[in-house]
């Protein structure tokens, strides 16, 4: 069987349009017969014009020199600012915005040979008030959020790889909910210059993909690093069980998700230790509001002062609860957040990586709240890389994924403990 | 002998202003008219229109509720977003560029009451290529950069304070040439949202001012903190004397700097240690180049698709200079100055504060090039808060700072430090 265009991954597209099996255009012409044909269910487009995509894909055709992803259709999360395409913030306020200028990620796309699809549905300022998008899987779901119309498109094939951003858990929770990879770097990796904060000290710009390939490819061109796969494992990881104190709130799905990855991992070698984070990084779970709704409050001055009843409520009660916080209270929870990072490093010993929760469960059903960040935000807060994969489907159907941290900036041994474990436990 | 308006600090004006004293009006009119005497020779101003100053000043004495600056002018640099003034980066590419929204900074001091006088002159990108300004103190010498503008219009009372940025050496090197306070606060105190970003791991958002009071007023509203003067030392405080091993490059106006601030010091009763930086420290000379390189071609990489040739022909070679640089090289001079940072703490021991030159020397003839950054930049780069104080005058009348320098976060005690060593040395 023949498989369509709009299903390869990044990396086959760039190789096939290199050697010249297929043009640019063909692929982005399947990408969009796949919109056209989903889109009223999905909802994973905030803009999305064919004519602009179509145009992108020519010059890439006509250029002599391809780029390392040329021809490759990327999905732009609706806070990244774009030239060519207006960019609204999942917000009334920004209605028909239009960047003078390229986020840094973009420009890198596209000097890379990236054919930009269009931007993708975003929660209000990548918060928590839902937009239009639906998850693939079941339209009765939410996708998760706050990346929603990028883990979307990338599960439903309408593009092989997009852009998203966490500041709690906005790349993770989606991906596990839609059933693909999602790639959280380390802190402070990727350049947020043209991306709406949410967050200062926690927003990571991050990836969704359908293939680990891809992800390492995408990240040389946004890196601007010579393109290499990572090399395998030499042997098999040893796994850090951390089923975290929140184990108990997780749903029979989510256990069951992180149990069978890990009794599959044991078969091929792994081995596993249990472990318990100190107890201070409990109380990382009760100073995450402080933190979020008092930088909120900060990044959202000036759209506060210019037209505070154009935000939704909810996103309204967070800037609240953040000007009413004390700056002493805030500078607390800081140094809390810090101790924690400079601990976690030890809390890896003698394990390679952690396995974890990705998600509370599968992705709840109804569209108006996006799930709970707290599996994906403890990580976020700690700077640390993770990555999920899709290596469980629930018995309803739906996918449930597992979560792998390393240690801060060992994103690309977590890259290859990925794929020693996507290997093992591919579903 | 009555001070003129535009002569006093932003904590007198506020005062006067709620107090009845004195008008918004009167006082922004003030500054308008130094302005109007001065601007020819020091060219502070990128953006200057003196009704719509005018016309805050009016709503200000109009207003029932007077803002903790109410009042105050302020200059803001032209990096920095303001909805209704443009924002030129110092830049061709931004000529006439009109942001849609202010940057946090600028909402919060206008909604504590400030009158933004308007935009004042930056380095190209706040980089190294000169604007237009001069030295107040003499019109043949520089003003240092990146924050010219900033710098001269405090130093020349067009308004008592100003902001800036500092990636190397933006704050306190004009700063320190112009003869003001310059304080830098720990690197990720003030929000960045709005701000041109020049090197994403370095920037941070800071103060000019001719008051240590007035350094804490404005940080309250930037903060949205509560204002209240930080209380004074209960000891003289141990100095910990900072040569570095740049000394023997400084002039000896910055080593005269240093030596008979610290003589004051101990005249005063201050306890004195030499301190000497661990031995890597050194190399963090050498990887600045590296970090500040190819993090600036990265937050460049719109602008450079756009419109390289519009950039200066310095900006262009630093570009292609970090373009060139791999990003294992980068890696490893991140390493080096995480380490440093984790280091930097127990440096301090068995001292209150270093003391260090703020400059090579006095602020060089010629309006090409704004000084050397060396100075400054080592602790920008260890995310430390400094601050600049003008207690030194050299033989030629040029004021030259000296710096002070506190532990990470220690911002509050860095203050209180700083008032002990303003009144024992103001010149």
Redesign the interface.
């Known amino acids: 069987m023949k498989v369509s265009l709009n299903a390869l991954t990044a990396t086959e597209i760039a190789d096939g349009i290199v050697s010249g099996k297929f043009s640019a255009e063909a692929v982005t012409r399947a990408c969009i017969d796949r919109i056209d044909e989903r889109e009223e269910t999905v909802g994973a487009w905030a803009f999305f014009d064919p004519d602009l995509a179509l145009e992108q894909a020519r010059s890439v055709d006509a250029a002599a020199k391809k780029g390392v992803i040329a021809g490759v259709p990327v999905g732009i999360k609706d806070i990244i ?1 774009t ?1 060519d395409m207006p960019t609204g913030m999942g917000s009334a306020l ?1 209605e028909d ?1 239009q960047p ?5 990620c ?3 796309l ?2 890379a040979g990236a054919v930009i699809m269009g931007k993708t549905v975003t929660c209000e300022f990548a918060g928590l008030t839902a937009g239009k998008t639906t998850n693939p899987h079941d339209p009765s779901r939410t996708p998760g959020g706050s990346s929603s119309g990028s883990s979307a498109a990338v599960s439903d094939n309408m593009a092989p790889v997009a852009l998203g951003t966490q500041t709690g858990g906005s790349i993770i929770r989606p991906s596990s909910y839609c059933g693909i990879i999602g790639f959280k770097p380390s802190f ?1 990796t990727l ?4 991306v709406f ?1 949410a967050a ?2 926690l927003d990571t710009l991050g990836l969704h993909a359908r293939s680990l390939d891809d992800i390492e490819l995408i990240l040389s061109a946004l ?4 393109h290499k796969k990572t090399p395998g494992l030499t042997r098999p990881p040893v796994v850090g069980l951390c089923k975290t104190w929140m184990w108990d709130d997780a749903e029979p799905e989510s256990r069951a998700a992180v149990e069978t990855t890990l009794e599959r991992l044991k078969d091929a070698g792994a081995g596993v230790r249990e472990l318990e984070l100190p107890e201070e990084f409990e109380w990382l779970g009760d100073v995450r509001g402080i933190i979020n709704c008092r ?1 909120r ?3 959202m ?6 037209g505070k009843h154009q935000l939704s409520d909810q996103l309204q009660r967070t800037v609240q609860q953040g ?1 009413d916080t ?3 209270e805030y ?1 607390d929870a ?2 809390l957040m810090e101790t924690c990072r ?1 601990r976690m490093n030890q809390t890896f010993e003698g394990c390679d990586f952690l396995l974890t929760p990705a998600v509370d469960g599968e992705a709840p059903i109804g569209l108006k709240e996006t799930g709970s960040p707290q599996f994906q935000a403890l990580w976020t807060m700690l700077h640390v890389p993770t990555i999920t994969l899709p290596t469980y489907r629930a018995p309803s159907g739906m996918p449930v994924g597992v979560q792998l941290v390393a240690p801060h ?1 060992a994103d690309r041994s977590l890259m290859a403990i990925a794929r020693w474990v996507l290997e093992v436990c591919e579903i």
Chains 1, 2 share one sequence.
Do not use: F
Not at 191 to 194: A, P, V, W
């Open positions: 600012d030239q920004y915005h003078l200028i390229d986020a840094t973009v420009a890198r596209k000097a402070d350049s947020l210059k043209g904060p200062e000290s890196l601007q690093r010579e930088e409050a900060s990044v001055a000036g759209e506060w002062a210019n000007l004390s700056y002493d500078l800081i140094y400079a900036r």
